[in-house]
């Protein structure tokens, strides 16, 4: 079958790795030594979420599980187009101080969208993010795109612009920590995101 596919051009889809996501620690290592950006402690997981009652409490224990105990602080919104965004804060009080608790920030944020995908809503998750910023101010998300199961940078600037060369500095750094997006026609904006 795989010879008939690409006799006709056609490829398999990307499949998603949430696994991927455990890249993160090392990524911020690279990038505070190579750009100076370090986690803000702060990243998302974006869906699309369906209409009825199982969603709503599917999310609803998530985000309780999440916020009992010492676990992250947890606040879903939606944006403009839709989508709902869970923003998960890394602890106060991390166990790794050198990355600031990014590794627990992103088992929670693995915990949200393996449990999406584990009832069924797979399809429906847009994206994860986790957000960098720099002494001077400059901001930047690493975004994994869940139908792909790899990376972009994603940096901002005011006016709904977009720093190409720094995301491109950190394509660079970041390509032997993370698999990342090939394609930049699918680096998507993600302009106003929650959490960056």
Same mark, same amino acid.
């Given at each position: 079958?795989?010879?008939?596919?690409?006799?006709?051009?056609?490829?398999?889809?990307?499949?998603?790795?949430?696994?991927?996501?455990?890249?993160?620690?090392?990524?911020?290592?690279? @990038?505070? +030594?190579?750009?100076?950006?370090?986690?803000?402690?702060?990243?998302? $997981? %974006? #869906?699309? *979420?369906?209409? /009825? &009652?199982?969603?709503?409490?599917?999310?609803?224990?998530?985000?309780?599980?999440?916020?009992?105990?010492?676990?992250?602080?947890?606040?879903?919104?939606?944006?403009?187009?839709?989508?709902?965004?869970?923003?998960?804060?890394?602890?106060?009080?991390?166990?790794?101080?050198?990355?600031?608790?990014?590794?627990?920030?992103?088992?929670?944020?693995?915990?949200?969208?393996?449990? @999406?995908? +584990?009832?069924?809503?797979?399809?429906?998750?847009?994206?994860?993010? $986790? %957000? #960098?910023? *720099?002494?001077? /101010? &400059?901001?930047?998300?690493?975004?994994?795109?869940?139908?792909?199961?790899?990376?972009?940078?994603?940096?901002?600037?005011?006016?709904?612009?977009?720093?190409?060369?720094?995301?491109?500095?950190?394509?660079?750094?970041?390509?032997?920590?993370?698999?990342?997006?090939?394609?930049?026609?699918?680096?998507?904006?993600?302009?106003?995101?929650?959490?960056?």
């Amino acid at each position: 079958m795989s010879f008939l596919r690409a006799l006709l051009g056609r490829s398999k889809p990307a499949q998603p790795d949430l696994d991927a996501l455990f890249g993160l620690p090392s990524a911020a290592i690279t @990038l505070q +030594a190579t750009a100076g950006l370090r986690p803000t402690g702060t990243g998302s $997981v %974006a #869906f699309r *979420a369906p209409e /009825g &009652r199982a969603f709503g409490e599917l999310q609803q224990s998530v985000t309780e599980l999440l916020n009992a105990g010492s676990g992250p602080r947890v606040e879903a919104t939606a944006d403009e187009y839709g989508y709902t965004w869970l923003v998960l804060e890394a602890p106060a009080q991390p166990a790794d101080p050198s990355t600031g608790g990014l590794s627990e920030l992103v088992t929670d944020i693995h915990a949200v969208n393996s449990s @999406l995908e +584990a009832n069924g809503y797979g399809p429906s998750l847009l994206c994860s993010l $986790v %957000a #960098f910023a *720099a002494d001077d /101010g &400059r901001r930047v998300a690493l975004v994994y795109l869940y139908k792909r199961g790899t990376f972009y940078p994603f940096a901002p600037l005011p006016g709904q612009r977009r720093d190409n060369a720094l995301e491109l500095q950190i394509e660079a750094a970041a390509g032997n920590d993370l698999a990342v997006e090939k394609d930049k026609a699918r680096w998507f904006p993600v302009y106003g995101a929650p959490g960056l």
